[in-house]
């Protein structure tokens, strides 16, 4: 819900007002540029790093204020260690550094982008990384804080202030061109952000379908399957979970098709739960309120969506979201209550508040059936299990295709968005298997994150390359880093952005 900072790209040249942000290396070494700044203020910046003991270390930064004559405000060193070692990931990240050490007081900023060392050229691509790095960082969810909050009582507003921002370099007509595709990213993370920080009493099932009515102005098809039709295609998985609540569950279906007509897309499902009490088998009270972020898979699918039209990726995807509130009534699906699905599969539902699966069911056997896709990736904030297992580092990961993981842990290492394979098995399916009916939803104490993968297989056709992420410990309550300080991450959209650039845009 930032307001966005304007960014723009030139040549180096010198830098006469505002703030002049410099990068440093090991030893304090500055650029060619730097050190021309740094003559221009007659030794200022070699001086103060030398009495701070500054040494360019790795995001350390040197503040000075007010430098001498020059027309100068302030002049920012950001060390950078050796940027010979730097990857994609790490201009990103330099670029998050450098917008975390600003504030609105600053604007006019200007950045020079160019190393001590030989050469000392900065490309196009990771200058516009740079840039990528400045909108993650910069982004904040405070629409619902008065003025006076936000004047008041909320000490780091002066990030959401900086108007505008200049990037010089050698590349910068090259940089012009990739931020492009950079700002796309960007923006689509953030449009993830924005769903999964909304609270559920503004964001129900009906209010997260209409706003992604809003892809439709990039080009995208937007198709919403509301109960009547959900019903007539038999996805009685997906309805037993919202029928416990006021408000009527819907499926989002995107379609972006950059690709060649007739070739198949690959297919993106996430799980909307915009609130879950778990149902009849309620949750404690203690960290209810963080359910307002069980639909982070579909918040995914819909910044992805966005990504892919913004920077009109050559490939064709399909975005498909299942949007429900699990909440507990006298029409709540009751432990023990056996429901249909559209696969003609038979659930026995013995937790309510393993729901999400019910969701993701419906969703996939539709993709499958409706677009027969090349390959489905699903996410889902899917169990409290894989926090235990992984933390908050990585998604859990379960496919039935070495293939797809492969560029998967590719695309987790490339944008630092990791994932980890767990197993699936014949053993673990027999853990979900029921006496009354083709399966049970849950599959007992162990392996909790795997049995819930293991049900999802169950939808998944023989022919068909899928992949599940689950990304309860990845896509709310996210750990600060560099590049977010929201409580919604916007998880999975430059990893699934980053892979179908790679390797299905022809």
């Keep these: 819900m930032t307001k966005q900072t304007t960014i723009t790209f030139t040549a180096l040249a010198p830098i006469k007002s505002g703030t002049a942000v410099v990068l440093a290396e090991e030893g304090a070494a500055l650029s060619p540029a730097g050190k021309a700044l740094d003559k221009g203020l007659g030794g200022i910046i070699a001086k103060v790093a030398k009495r701070q003991e500054f040494k360019g270390k790795k995001k350390s930064s040197l503040d000075i204020l007010a430098p001498g004559s020059g027309g100068l405000d302030r002049v920012l060193v950001v060390g950078v260690g050796k940027l010979k070692d730097f990857s994609s990931n790490d201009w990103v990240?330099?670029?998050?550094?450098?917008?975390?050490?600003?504030?609105?007081?600053?604007?006019?900023?200007?950045?020079?982008?160019?190393?001590?060392?030989k050469p000392h050229d900065v490309p196009?691509?990771?200058?516009?990384?740079?840039?990528?790095?400045?909108?993650?960082?910069?982004?904040?969810?405070?629409?619902?804080?008065?003025?006076?909050?936000?004047?008041?009582?909320?000490?780091?507003?002066?990030?959401?202030?900086?108007?505008?921002?200049?990037?010089?370099?050698?590349?910068?007509?090259?940089?012009?061109?990739?931020?492009?595709?950079?700002?796309?990213?960007?923006?689509?993370?953030?449009?993830?952000?924005?769903?999964?920080?909304?609270?559920?009493?503004?964001?129900?099932?009906?209010?997260?379908?209409?706003?992604?009515?809003?892809?439709?102005?990039?080009?995208?098809?937007?198709?919403?399957?509301?109960?009547?039709?959900?019903?007539?295609?038999?996805?009685?998985?997906?309805?037993?979970?919202?029928?416990?609540?006021?408000?009527?569950?819907?499926?989002?279906?995107?379609?972006?098709?950059?690709?060649?007509?007739?070739d198949a897309p690959v297919a993106i499902v996430g799980k909307g739960v915009t609130f879950d009490t778990g149902g009849i088998s309620i949750k404690p009270a203690a960290g209810m309120g963080d359910m307002k972020g069980d639909m982070a898979g579909a918040a995914c699918v819909v910044g992805l969506m966005h990504t892919l039209a913004a920077r009109?990726?050559?490939?064709?995807?399909?975005?498909?979201?299942?949007?429900?509130?699990?909440?507990?009534?006298?029409?709540?699906?009751?432990?023990?209550?056996?429901?249909?699905?559209?696969?003609?599969?038979?659930?026995?539902?013995?937790?309510?508040?393993?729901?999400?699966?019910?969701?993701?069911?419906?969703?996939?056997?539709y993709a499958q059936e409706k677009f027969k896709p090349n390959w489905v990736v699903n996410l889902a904030t899917l169990t409290g299990a894989i926090l235990v297992a992984l933390g908050k580092e990585h998604a859990g990961m379960f496919s039935n295709n070495d293939a797809l993981c492969k560029k998967l842990s590719e695309a987790g290492e490339a944008v630092n968005e990791k994932v980890w394979r767990l197993p699936l098995g014949p053993k673990y399916d027999?853990?979900?298997?029921?006496?009354?009916?083709?399966?049970?939803?849950?599959?007992?104490?162990?392996?909790?994150?795997?049995?819930?993968?293991?049900?999802?297989?169950?939808?998944?056709?023989?022919?068909?390359?899928?992949?599940?992420?689950?990304?309860?410990g990845t896509g709310m309550d996210a750990p600060k880093t560099d590049i977010n300080q929201s409580w919604g991450s916007g998880y999975g959209v430059r990893l699934l952005n980053w892979l179908i650039a790679k390797h299905e845009e022809k």
């Design 93 to 117: 990240e330099l670029g998050a550094v450098i917008r975390s050490r600003l504030s609105g007081k600053d604007s006019p900023v200007t950045v020079l982008l160019d190393g001590a060392a």
């Design 430 to 472: 027999e853990m979900i298997k029921s006496d009354v009916a083709d399966m049970k939803n849950i599959g007992g104490r162990w392996g909790g994150s795997i049995t819930a993968a293991q049900f999802l297989q169950r939808f998944i056709k023989d022919d068909t390359p899928w992949a599940h992420l689950d990304i309860a």
């Design 124 to 262: 196009g691509e990771e200058a516009a990384n740079v840039a990528l790095g400045m909108l993650l960082r910069g982004y904040k969810f405070d629409k619902y804080k008065t003025k006076a909050a936000k004047k008041d009582g909320d000490s780091d507003n002066k990030d959401t202030q900086l108007s505008k921002v200049t990037l010089q370099s050698s590349g910068a007509a090259a940089a012009r061109r990739a931020y492009e595709a950079c700002k796309a990213v960007g923006e689509g993370v953030n449009v993830a952000r924005d769903l999964v920080n909304e609270p559920a009493n503004i964001l129900g099932p009906k209010e997260f379908a209409d706003r992604t009515k809003a892809l439709s102005k990039l080009g995208v098809k937007v198709e919403l399957l509301d109960q009547k039709e959900l019903k007539r295609l038999g996805m009685d998985a997906l309805l037993a979970v919202g029928q416990g609540s006021a408000r009527p569950s819907f499926v989002s279906v995107m379609q972006w098709q950059g690709g060649k007509k007739g």
């Design 312 to 365: 009109k990726a050559k490939v064709n995807v399909v975005g498909l979201i299942g949007l429900v509130e699990n909440m507990p009534s006298g029409t709540a699906t009751r432990p023990g209550d056996v429901v249909g699905s559209m696969s003609g599969q038979t659930i026995e539902v013995l937790n309510t508040d393993a729901e999400g699966r019910l969701v993701l069911a419906d969703v996939l056997w």
